[in-house]
């Protein structure tokens, strides 16, 4: 009776925690159907990050609050029409690459 208890004692203990793994993204094959799909703030977290990655390659050091904000919004318009394809393809196209 004391190793149900204690089983179940730190099966409650670990239980919450396996809730909150983390999650990985393979960000080079993320579709722009994927990217439209996202949770408000997952599509927050993605753009952000992508955006950070893309302005380092360039070697921006500034951030420019409305211009990201007028940048998500054409990435959101030009996967509407481009649902296939990789959100990185497409931003690299656009950019004129980011290596």
Known sequence: MKKLAMSLA??????????????????????CADYLAMSPEGEKVFSAWMSGWFNQKKGYTTVDLEAYARNVASVKKWCAANLKDSVMGGLQAATGGAN
């Open 10 to 31: 730190l099966a409650t203990m670990i239980a919450p925690t396996l809730s909150h793994a983390q999650v990985d993204i393979d960000m080079g094959r993320l579709t």
